[in-house]
């Protein structure tokens, strides 16, 4: 109390009443207690800048903390360290083990301290001083490790809490100041939060990763982490790319919306028309540094013109295309074919023509959803694949032989009887070789050598963004002869490497046909004429 008296309570029938007293040795106000946590051990603060440890069951003092010049009022303590500490007026906060004396000053503010205290499961400790600075300190080396306040400090501090179960530090004056606290995590990890796109800048020799409300950038020769955008959209990110030339980062979040990020800072150059559904996929347009693609839940295909024209700055939908009868999961353009792919939650992968909109037709060879498309540029072959674990290799335009399976494969593991589920594609056209990483956190490297050079094509013709690749020369396989085995390396989380043969035949059976409907030309397109 106000004259340095601390009073034991007991509560029983439903209320409270004093069952002790403890020797009044502080000659001022008792400014706060702390539990020493398992012992039986209470300490207590005064503004007559003595710290005292008490014996509760006895009442006896067990030790005299002295080393503060000023009044104290703040204690924390950390039990997995046996350390208490201690924040006066005098704008040092002291840690305290066994003995009488301070082990260590925790040094650098500049003005008095509002409290100090020790977060629950982790080697460190806060403080925070009038002027609203904080210092995040590392309890087993005593150094500051974090120095952060808000913009303009915080009028009238007086007092702050960590919140232990959400990570956050509430800081209260004339309004409340919320902090996220980024705690250490798993220092092999990328994130806390799973990873919804990681991509290469070649431009930077950098990095892109996202997830949660937060875009990383890392250094691709050292891997430290660089930059780190916070809550770059208001809601989850759900899709991230790269326009072309390195600059910018287009996202898409959870609610519709889509965003152009400064890649360099971080900063929001503009928006783009939302969708009224997930984004699912973004995708930049080769050749045209302004245009991207976006594709949603809600069945629908954008086409952005993101140079923000007139006095709004927001960007325009060019095209919108009417896409799948179900949800959009994935999203492919080929730049050299002029081409749009999309994948389904019904299993069905449609195609349309990126400079005028129009339909080219559809495959129904998944009876489930597809998890990612790939165009193996500047091959006319498409790669899809579904949540059995199966891929597919379907030939498009120029093809004569157009709308055909070419292969189809399931993605099996050694020792694993069910093919795992294909998240990810990417194609080398140096090597002819096909990546997938599929959901038991294995890299595959397919060999496609024996499907792509088994049809003789013409590919001197083929001009980016030009309809001229009509006039390519394309002679399908034989469907009835076997292709040549494929050879599959398997990069496993462990690094290790397993080798194994797996022969691709063409499917005979007429459900993996593929249709194809001229007549939904009308119906499935929307086209909106620039601005």
């Known amino acids: 109390d106000t004259k340095g008296h601390i009073n034991l309570w007991g509560c029983s029938s439903n209320y409270y009443r004093e069952k002790g007293r403890f020797s009044s040795h502080h000659s001022d106000m008792v400014m706060d207690l702390k539990l020493l946590h398992p012992s039986t051990l209470l300490a207590s603060a005064s503004l007559d800048s003595s710290i005292f440890v008490w014996d509760i069951n006895s009442g006896s003092i067990v030790q005299q903390l002295r080393g503060h010049s000023k009044g104290v009022f703040s204690l924390s303590y950390a039990p997995s360290y046996r350390l208490l500490f201690s924040a006066s007026f005098d704008r040092d906060a002291l840690a305290w083990g066994t003995g009488e004396t301070p082990v260590f000053k925790l040094r650098g503010h500049h003005n008095s301290l509002v409290g100090v205290e020790a977060i629950e499961g982790t080697s460190q400790v806060i403080t925070a001083d009038r002027d609203g600075v904080f210092k995040l300190w590392d309890i087993r080396t005593f150094e500051c490790v974090q120095t952060f306040r808000p913009r ?10 960590v919140c232990g179960a959400d990570q956050r530090v509430i800081a209260g004056g004339k309004k409340l100041y919320n902090f996220e606290y980024n705690k250490p995590g798993v220092p092999y990890l990328t994130d806390d939060h799973p990873l919804v796109g990681v991509l290469f800048n070649q431009m930077t020799h950098t990095i892109l990763t996202a997830s949660g409300h937060d875009i990383k950038i890392w250094d691709a020769r050292t891997g430290i982490q660089i930059r780190r955008y916070r809550n770059v959209t208001g809601n989850l990110v759900t899709a991230v790319c790269i326009d072309q030339r390195g600059r910018k980062i287009y996202v898409g979040d959870s609610d519709g919306a889509i965003h152009v990020i400064n890649y360099t800072n971080g900063a929001l ?179 496609l050598t024996p499907i792509l050079t088994s049809s003789e094509i013409d590919l001197s013709n083929q001009k980016s963004k030009s309809r001229s690749v009509s006039n390519a020369k394309f002679k399908p396989p034989n469907p009835t002869s076997n292709l040549a085995p494929l050879n599959l390396r398997s990069l496993s989380p462990s690094h290790a490497e397993t080798y194994a043969n797996i022969t691709i035949t063409t499917p005979t059976s007429p459900n993996s046909s593929p249709t194809h409907s001229p007549h939904e030309d009308n119906d499935t397109t929307n086209n909106v004429a620039k601005t």
């Open 269 to 447: 150059l503009r928006t783009c028309s939302s969708h009224s559904g997930e984004v699912s996929a973004l995708c930049p347009i080769e050749g045209d540094a302004t245009n991207f693609l976006s594709a949603s839940w809600d069945t629908l295909i954008h086409i952005h013109d993101e140079s923000g024209l007139g006095v709004t700055k927001k960007g325009t939908v060019v095209r919108k295309i009417r896409g799948n009868e179900r949800d959009i999961t994935c999203c492919t353009v080929s730049p050299q074919l002029v081409l749009v792919a999309s994948g389904a939650l019904d299993g069905t992968v449609r195609m349309w023509d990126t400079s005028t909109g129009s339909y080219e037709g559809f495959y129904r060879a998944h009876a489930i959803e597809v998890t990612c498309v790939l165009f193996l540029d500047p091959y006319p072959v498409l790669v899809s694949c579904d949540v059995t674990g199966w891929i597919y290799l379907w030939t498009v335009r120029p093809s004569p032989r157009r709308a055909g399976v070419l292969a189809c494969f399931p993605n099996f593991s050694l020792g694993k009887l069910k093919p795992a589920v294909v998240s990810s594609l990417a194609f080398q056209s140096s090597t002819l070789c096909l990546y997938t990483g599929d959901e038991n956190g294995e890299i595959k490297l397919w060999n």
């Open 152 to 161: 303009g400090g915080i009028p009238g501090f007086v007092s702050f809490s």
